[in-house]
């Protein structure tokens, strides 16, 4: 089911009444769009689904998983990460504004990305068996922190950038360590020196800090609604579980941990349990 002609025009003549109503300061805030990440239809992309005026914030839907939802009542916003794995063509959320369920359809285009060879540690690709053991309990413990949907913090999406630095633009290349395929590169690699400090690109909480067989030195943090990042590689972390943190706190060292070729920030931005491309968040 679409959102119908009449659905529509319905909404329509409710946002043109909202808009009378608002006071000239709401027109003195930032433009919506200068707070939100960049749209990009696209694996591993962000979509941008209006979703028209309504009295409360809509649930919206990806799947299983639950949406971020931007605006106000005038006008709301499904912020949707798009995983690296969607096929091109017509993806659908399910968006519930008090008026029962509908369908909203998107399209996501085509993107590919380049293949990437990489040079690591052989113990790093064909595991030992309790290596193999050990990566499978962090996967299902990373899977309990990705599952997270808090209430949002900050209606500002844009991120700082964690460290400053070289950025590559090598999210969503097709990896391949020692002549072995792998998953695709899911975040943005900032080369930085061992020690250089990270700071969190949002307000945010601490909701996970460990040492992991690929990843290495990691803090996960939750801004709401979905919306979490990750930080990998770390030399040193300073932060605690539960510590809450504003844009800029510095809570991590750059290092060289985990399955690498050398020191620098592996960084990661997810929506709706989905890994997006952080340079969609960040100035470019
Ligand atoms: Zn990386």
Redesign the pocket.
């Known amino acids: 089911m679409h959102l119908n002609t009449s659905h529509l025009s319905r909404r329509t003549a409710l946002q043109a009444t909202l808009c009378a109503l608002a006071s000239p300061a709401a027109f003195a805030a930032p433009a919506k769009f200068d707070i939100w990440p960049h749209e990009s239809r696209v694996p591993g992309g962000v979509a941008r689904l209006s979703l028209g005026p309504a009295a409360q914030r809509p649930k919206v839907k990806a799947g299983d998983f639950p949406v971020l939802v931007a605006g106000d009542m005038i006008e709301w916003t499904a912020i949707v990460g798009i995983p690296l794995s969607a096929a091109p063509g017509v993806h659908r959320v399910q968006v519930d504004a008090g008026e029962g369920l509908q369908s909203l359809e998107y399209r996501v285009r085509d993107k590919r990305y380049q293949e990437q060879h990489l040079k690591v540690s052989p113990k790093t690709v064909d595991l030992a068996p309790e290596d193999l053991a050990r990566h499978e309990r962090e996967r299902a413990h990373q899977q309990q922190v990705m599952a997270l949907f808090t209430a949002q913090r900050s209606e500002d999406l844009r991120m700082r950038v964690p460290v400053p630095g070289r950025r590559s633009s090598?999210f969503g290349l097709r990896r391949v360590f020692n002549g072995q395929s792998r998953n695709p590169?899911s975040?943005?690699?900032i080369a930085a020196a061992k020690g250089t400090p990270v700071v969190a690109p949002l307000p945010g909480k601490v909701v996970d800090v460990g040492d992991y067989f690929f990843n290495g030195g990691t803090v996960w943090l939750d801004h709401g609604a979905g919306l979490l990042s990750m930080y990998?590689h770390l030399s040193r972390t300073d932060a605690k579980l539960g510590d809450v943190l504003a844009t800029g706190d510095a809570f991590a060292a750059v290092g060289a941990t985990g399955r690498v070729t050398g020191p620098?920030l592996?960084w990661g931005v997810m929506l709706n349990q989905t890994m997006v491309d952080p340079a969609l968040f960040v100035p470019a």
Request: aromatic share 0%.
């Open positions: 090598s590169h975040g943005m690699d990998c620098h592996h």
